[in-house]
């Protein structure tokens, strides 16, 4: 591609003919994101090398918070190879301790040690075949490159890198392989993997290296393209021991298909998919990197910013059930560039964003990360065009970073953010109805950096006259519980957790503390008054105007592919789903409306619940999930609730108060569900499942008013309770036992005095 392009015009129109070349003879490797990369693309900036107190005035001229310049080494020092543009970066730290960053460019890769971050030393260069796209990955002394332009694997031995050495031990290819996108490392078990090749469908290949300089095939993942992944070996749950694939990707059928896709890869030879995920106003998922914890994934979209989204968008998953998947939020910089490549590094998110640079999160909590830092590599605009940093590397000892730029080079710098040293999360499921009596358990999770100690954690309840703080107890895994005391039934309560470090740091969940308290209905009991599995026929009805894609009771046909169910809710086996057709089926033409049988909730207090799947990969308008709700045999209707493309898929259980919808629910009330797509391009699947009616009651509450209320006349409290109740307590009756737990002590006279506050209910 050559040296220098003094005409950018002439620059990409070379370029954009070696891509029609490069269509013609592959076009699995022709994606959109390539044409456009090669179409935006600049010269280079070319300089001398710039160390950290230097005259010159480099390291201001890049707009940053919270990170250093430590030193850039700009793309022409990279001698002898092809430095008209830049790609990827990786690590290497040798057995003595001295820190190597490894630049791609687009004539091969240049080793950079970097052991003193102000003083960068290029030890050495690999030439490779010319591209825009090289990727490369290490495990123990080996570095393995790879390139769209060809040369299959480059296997390139760093063991004498500390004299300034490294070895090209050879360019391996194998049974027609020859170019790749990407490579991946599984840093639990050291398994390497190619993907976006020219073999396999493009898909996710196992790469042999029990023989660590001749690598061999080995099977894989091949049922579609996979632009990039992160592979790892759970350590827990269910799948412990399992080796599992996050695939960002997808082009089998074009970019409608663009996803997740979670896949056991244990055996690379019977590889089994366990989950696909479709998420709203997709463009290309193109690279996934999963949280610490590894309950949440987050996934940069390549094709979303500028087409349909206008600020910089990743997605935030929920990876909890590998089966189950579902899009829990977005989260953004709130600038219009292009995310890239992120890593995730103790609870840190450091993110490669193109033309606004290296951004850094505090994702302490995963669920929510907040950006704390940033360093843009391209100066002058954060516009959602293909320039800038192109990716980074985190996990040096040192806590340096690297940043390749895909015009400017190796940036080495230094985060200077403070990161919070303390969050909390829900741990368990957090009820929204307690028992009057008291004792409902409530859990909080405290997570905590490396040194920081925990002084106290406290649920904070509110029964009518503010909150009050209850201390928890330490469960010894890092979280913590306490139960809930007696509280007036039938009234609402609200809650939350607030916690402090013994530095006086404090953290509330959520997050918002008391404004954003979860809010819990006080009942004495539960009684389901309807409940259906669809597991045989009990009247439901369907109707609608579809030309396909209409509800079916059964069980799920597909491993869970093109945002369709791969399984029921509740396990029963059968559900309600849209087009139950494994591959390319969907709702299309119209809408498909589900409509339950008559259901009496004349019996007081009553809640519907149910589960419900909904995936809708585009999201527009007219394209969307509605529940209704009639309580006049379908005379008319009340929507409760819509989802338009704000769903990725998973099943979700929903609940709602039909007597806040109704002041008077009556023995017709009906519930319809009514999937819709009538815009063009959108990949809409809905399913439904465990439609409950659920009746609460605050009769016959033990603890309540019949707890204290013990002297005539019943119904009134006053002095002469407060009487019976102390000679109760000392005559030793058990009438006075109010804990019920055949002791008469200090808790039963708490509770007499919370049971005569509160009166009767």
């Given at each position: 591609?050559?040296?220098?392009?003094?005409?950018?015009?002439?620059?990409?129109?070379?370029?954009?003919?070696?891509?029609?070349?490069?269509?013609?003879?592959?076009a699995v490797?022709?994606?959109?994101?390539?044409?456009r990369?090669?179409?935006?693309?600049?010269?280079p900036?070319?300089?001398?090398i710039?160390?950290?107190?230097?005259?010159?005035?480099?390291?201001?001229?890049?707009?940053?918070?919270?990170?250093?310049?430590?030193s850039?080494?700009?793309?022409?020092?990279?001698?002898?190879?092809?430095?008209?543009?830049?790609?990827?970066?990786?690590?290497?730290?040798?057995?003595s301790?001295r820190?190597?960053?490894?630049?791609?460019?687009?004539?091969?890769?240049?080793?950079?040690?970097?052991?003193n971050?102000?003083n960068?030393?290029?030890?050495?260069?690999?030439?490779g075949?010319s591209?825009?796209?090289?990727?490369?990955?290490?495990?123990?002394?080996?570095?393995?490159?790879?390139?769209?332009?060809?040369?299959?694997?480059?296997?390139?031995?760093m063991?004498?890198i500390?004299?300034?050495?490294?070895?090209?031990v050879?360019?391996?290819?194998?049974?027609?392989?020859?170019?790749?996108?990407?490579?991946?490392?599984?840093?639990?078990?050291?398994?390497?993997?190619?993907?976006?090749?020219?073999?396999?469908?493009?898909g996710?290949?196992?790469?042999?290296?029990?023989?660590?300089?001749?690598?061999?095939?080995d099977?894989?993942?091949?049922e579609m393209?996979?632009?990039?992944?992160?592979?790892?070996?759970?350590?827990?749950?269910p799948?412990?021991?399992?080796?599992?694939a996050?695939?960002?990707?997808?082009?089998?059928?074009?970019?409608?298909?663009?996803?997740?896709?979670?896949?056991?890869?244990?055996n690379?030879?019977?590889t089994q998919?366990?989950?696909?995920?479709?998420?709203?106003?997709s463009?290309?998922?193109?690279?996934?990197?999963?949280?610490?914890?590894?309950?949440?994934?987050?996934?940069?979209?390549e094709?979303?910013?500028?087409?349909?989204?206008?600020v910089?968008?990743?997605?935030l998953?929920?990876?909890?059930?590998?089966a189950?998947?579902?899009?829990?939020k977005?989260?953004?910089?709130?600038?219009?560039?292009?995310?890239?490549n992120l890593?995730?590094?103790?609870?840190?998110i450091?993110?490669s964003?193109?033309?606004?640079?290296?951004?850094?999160f505090?994702?302490?909590?995963?669920?929510?990360?907040?950006?704390?830092?940033?360093?843009?590599?391209?100066?002058?605009?954060?516009?959602?065009s293909?320039?800038g940093?192109?990716?980074?590397?985190?996990?040096?000892?040192?806590?340096?970073?690297?940043?390749?730029?895909?015009?400017?080079?190796?940036?080495?710098?230094?985060?200077?953010?403070?990161?919070?040293?303390?969050?909390?999360?829900?741990?368990?499921?957090?009820?929204?109805?307690?028992?009057?009596?008291?004792?409902?358990?409530?859990?909080?999770e405290?997570?905590?950096?490396?040194?920081?100690?925990v002084?106290?954690v406290?649920?904070m309840?509110?029964?009518?006259?503010?909150?009050?703080?209850?201390?928890?107890?330490?469960?010894?895994?890092?979280t913590y519980?306490a139960?809930?005391?007696?509280?007036?039934?039938g009234?609402?309560?609200?809650?939350?957790f607030?916690?402090?470090?013994t530095e006086?740091?404090a953290?509330?969940?959520?997050?918002?503390?008391?404004s954003?308290?979860?809010?819990?209905?006080?009942?004495?009991?539960?009684?389901?008054?309807y409940?259906?599995?669809?597991?045989?026929?009990?009247?439901w009805?369907v109707?609608?105007?579809?030309?396909?894609?209409?509800?079916?009771?059964e069980?799920?046909?597909?491993?869970?592919?093109?945002?369709?169910?791969?399984?029921?809710?509740?396990?029963s086996?059968?559900c309600?789903?849209?087009?139950?057709?494994?591959?390319?089926?969907?709702?299309?033409?119209g809408t498909?409306?589900?409509?339950?049988p008559?259901?009496?909730?004349?019996?007081?207090?009553?809640?519907?619940?149910?589960?419900?799947?909904?995936?809708?990969n585009?999201?527009?308008?007219?394209?969307?999930m509605?529940?209704?709700?009639?309580?006049?045999?379908?005379?008319?209707?009340t929507?409760i609730?819509?989802?338009?493309?704000?769903?990725?898929?998973?099943?979700?259980?929903?609940?709602f108060?039909?007597?806040?919808?109704?002041?008077?629910?009556?023995?017709?009330?009906?519930?319809?569900?009514?999937?819709?797509?009538?815009?063009?391009?959108?990949?809409?699947?809905?399913g439904?499942?465990?439609?409950?009616?659920i009746?609460?009651?605050?009769?016959?509450?033990?603890?309540?008013?019949?707890?204290?209320?013990?002297?005539?006349?019943?119904?009134?409290?006053?002095?002469?309770d407060?009487?019976?109740?102390?000679?109760?307590?000392?005559?030793?009756d058990p009438?006075?036992?109010?804990?019920?737990?055949?002791?008469l002590?200090f808790?039963d006279?708490?509770?007499?005095?919370?049971?005569?506050?509160?009166g009767?209910?």
């Amino acid at each position: 591609m050559g040296q220098v392009h003094t005409s950018c015009f002439g620059y990409r129109h070379a370029a954009f003919a070696g891509l029609v070349v490069a269509i013609a003879g592959t076009a699995v490797n022709a994606h959109d994101d390539d044409v456009r990369k090669i179409l935006d693309n600049q010269p280079p900036v070319y300089g001398e090398i710039w160390m950290q107190g230097m005259a010159t005035a480099r390291g201001g001229g890049f707009d940053s918070s919270n990170v250093t310049l430590l030193s850039h080494v700009p793309l022409n020092n990279f001698s002898g190879l092809d430095t008209s543009s830049g790609n990827d970066c990786w690590g290497y730290v040798s057995p003595s301790g001295r820190e190597y960053a490894i630049m791609g460019v687009a004539g091969g890769y240049g080793f950079v040690e970097i052991t003193n971050p102000t003083n960068p030393v290029i030890v050495d260069t690999i030439a490779g075949p010319s591209s825009l796209w090289h990727d490369v990955k290490v495990i123990g002394d080996y570095a393995y490159g790879v390139s769209e332009g060809g040369s299959g694997i480059q296997v390139m031995d760093m063991s004498n890198i500390d004299s300034g050495n490294v070895t090209l031990v050879r360019n391996w290819t194998s049974g027609g392989y020859s170019t790749t996108h990407n490579i991946i490392v599984n840093e639990d078990s050291n398994s390497l993997w190619v993907s976006g090749t020219n073999i396999g469908n493009g898909g996710l290949i196992h790469i042999d290296i029990s023989n660590p300089t001749l690598p061999s095939l080995d099977g894989g993942w091949t049922e579609m393209y996979v632009h990039d992944a992160q592979v790892v070996t759970m350590q827990d749950g269910p799948m412990a021991g399992r080796e599992i694939a996050f695939c960002a990707g997808g082009f089998s059928g074009g970019f409608t298909s663009t996803g997740l896709r979670i896949v056991d890869v244990t055996n690379p030879n019977n590889t089994q998919t366990l989950s696909t995920l479709f998420y709203p106003n997709s463009g290309y998922a193109h690279q996934v990197w999963i949280s610490t914890d590894r309950k949440y994934l987050y996934l940069n979209d390549e094709l979303d910013e500028g087409a349909t989204v206008s600020v910089t968008t990743t997605r935030l998953i929920n990876i909890e059930d590998l089966a189950n998947p579902y899009l829990v939020k977005t989260f953004t910089t709130g600038r219009a560039a292009i995310d890239h490549n992120l890593y995730v590094r103790d609870n840190v998110i450091y993110q490669s964003n193109y033309r606004s640079g290296l951004r850094v999160f505090d994702a302490l909590d995963p669920a929510n990360p907040v950006e704390v830092a940033y360093f843009d590599t391209y100066p002058g605009s954060d516009s959602a065009s293909y320039n800038g940093a192109w990716s980074n590397y985190p996990y040096f000892p040192s806590g340096n970073i690297i940043i390749s730029d895909i015009e400017r080079g190796l940036f080495v710098v230094r985060v200077d953010a403070q990161f919070s040293p303390m969050a909390l999360a829900q741990a368990g499921t957090l009820p929204t109805t307690l028992n009057p009596a008291g004792g409902d358990v409530l859990s909080v999770e405290t997570i905590t950096r490396d040194g920081v100690a925990v002084s106290s954690v406290d649920l904070m309840l509110d029964t009518g006259s503010g909150f009050t703080p209850i201390a928890m107890s330490d469960n010894g895994d890092g979280t913590y519980s306490a139960s809930t005391p007696t509280v007036p039934c039938g009234s609402d309560v609200s809650y939350y957790f607030t916690a402090t470090t013994t530095e006086s740091f404090a953290s509330t969940f959520p997050t918002d503390g008391a404004s954003a308290a979860i809010v819990a209905n006080v009942v004495s009991s539960t009684t389901e008054i309807y409940a259906d599995n669809f597991e045989s026929n009990t009247g439901w009805s369907v109707s609608g105007s579809v030309s396909d894609g209409a509800w079916e009771r059964e069980i799920p046909a597909g491993g869970g592919g093109r945002g369709d169910p791969g399984t029921d809710f509740d396990g029963s086996g059968k559900c309600y789903l849209t087009d139950n057709v494994e591959g390319n089926s969907d709702v299309d033409g119209g809408t498909t409306t589900l409509t339950s049988p008559a259901m009496d909730a004349t019996g007081g207090n009553t809640t519907l619940t149910y589960a419900m799947w909904y995936s809708n990969n585009i999201g527009t308008v007219d394209d969307s999930m509605n529940v209704q709700l009639s309580n006049n045999n379908g005379g008319s209707w009340t929507t409760i609730d819509t989802l338009s493309g704000s769903q990725g898929g998973g099943w979700i259980e929903y609940s709602f108060d039909l007597n806040s919808i109704f002041a008077n629910p009556s023995s017709q009330v009906r519930v319809r569900f009514l999937a819709s797509d009538t815009g063009e391009g959108s990949v809409v699947e809905a399913g439904v499942d465990a439609v409950k009616l659920i009746e609460q009651s605050c009769e016959d509450v033990q603890g309540g008013c019949s707890g204290a209320d013990l002297a005539e006349p019943y119904g009134t409290f006053n002095f002469f309770d407060v009487s019976a109740f102390l000679q109760a307590f000392d005559a030793g009756d058990p009438a006075a036992d109010l804990t019920g737990d055949g002791l008469l002590n200090f808790f039963d006279i708490s509770d007499f005095l919370n049971l005569y506050n509160i009166g009767c209910p």
